[in-house]
C-alpha cells in the first residue's frame, strides 16, 4: 500500500464506523469546552465529566468563576489531578477572559495559546470542536496510532501533528481527529491490544508492528 491508499483505507474505515461521532468530554459552549479540556490533562474523559457537572452548576462563565477562590475551585476539581495547576489555570483564565475579551473565549490559536495552562493541544481542542476550524490536535490515542499505522515516526507528538495534517485533508481534521480517539480505545488500546481485532493496524500497518517488535527485541 502506498501512504495515499493507507490515508484512504484509514478515513473509509473510521467513516463506516463512525459515520457520527460525539465530542468525549460534556460541554454546552466555548468556555465549558475550553475548562473540561484544560481539566482533562493526564485525566480520563469518563472522570472529567463526573467533574464538571459540580463545578459548572456553581460557575459555568468566567464571571461566576472568578468569585470562586483558586482553593475553592482547586476542592472541586481535585479527583481530576493535577488540581493546584488547573486550579491556578482556570481562575487566571477566567480573568483574562472578562479583562481582555469581553468575557468570551476568543476564536483565535494565539489568543487562546496566551491563557493560563492552555497549551497548544488544548487550543486546537477549542477552535475545532467550538468554532469549526480546520485543527488537528493530537493525544496519546492519537500518537500511538499514527506510530502503529506507519504514517508518522512517533518521536513527539508535534511530529505526529504535523504528519497528520500533511497525509490528511484539511476538509477531514476536526472529524477525523475524533474518529482516531474512538478507533485507538475500542480496537487499538495501548494496554490489551489484540491486532487481530484492530483492522486498520492489521491491514496497513502490520509491517511496522513486526519490524518495532524485532527492533524491541535486538534492544534487549
Not at 56 to 67: G, K, L, Q, S
Request: aromatic share 8%.
Amino acid at each position: 500500500m502506498t501512504k495515499q491508499e493507507k490515508v484512504s483505507f484509514v478515513i473509509e474505515t473510521l467513516n463506516r464506523l463512525y459515520p457520527e461521532i460525539p465530542i468525549p468530554l460534556d460541554h454546552k459552549d466555548p468556555y465549558t469546552l475550553l475548562i473540561a479540556v484544560l481539566l482533562s490533562a493526564q485525566s480520563t474523559d469518563v472522570r472529567v465529566n463526573q467533574i464538571t457537572p459540580i463545578l459548572f452548576e456553581i460557575a459555568d462563565n468566567p464571571y461566576d468563576m472568578i468569585r470562586l477562590s483558586v482553593d475553592e475551585i482547586r476542592e472541586i476539581i481535585k479527583p481530576v489531578g493535577l488540581s493546584p495547576m488547573k486550579s491556578k489555570g482556570i481562575y487566571g483564565l477566567s480573568k483574562i477572559l472578562i479583562e481582555e475579551h469581553n468575557g468570551q473565549v476568543p476564536a483565535s490559536f494565539e489568543a487562546l495559546e496566551r491563557l493560563p495552562a492552555v497549551g497548544h493541544k488544548t487550543a486546537s481542542v477549542v477552535m475545532s470542536q467550538a468554532f469549526n476550524v480546520p485543527a488537528f490536535p493530537v493525544d496519546t490515542h492519537i500518537h500511538r496510532l499514527m506510530y502503529r499505522w506507519g504514517l508518522s515516526t512517533g518521536k513527539n507528538v508535534v511530529q505526529t501533528e504535523k504528519d497528520a495534517k500533511r497525509l490528511f485533508p484539511e476538509d477531514h481534521w476536526n472529524k477525523l481527529h475524533l474518529q482516531i480517539i474512538w478507533y485507538g480505545r475500542h480496537y487499538s488500546p495501548a494496554r490489551g491490544w489484540d491486532l487481530e481485532k484492530d483492522v486498520i493496524t492489521n491491514t496497513i500497518g502490520r509491517k511496522t508492528v513486526i519490524n518495532n517488535y524485532w527492533k524491541s527485541k535486538k534492544k534487549k
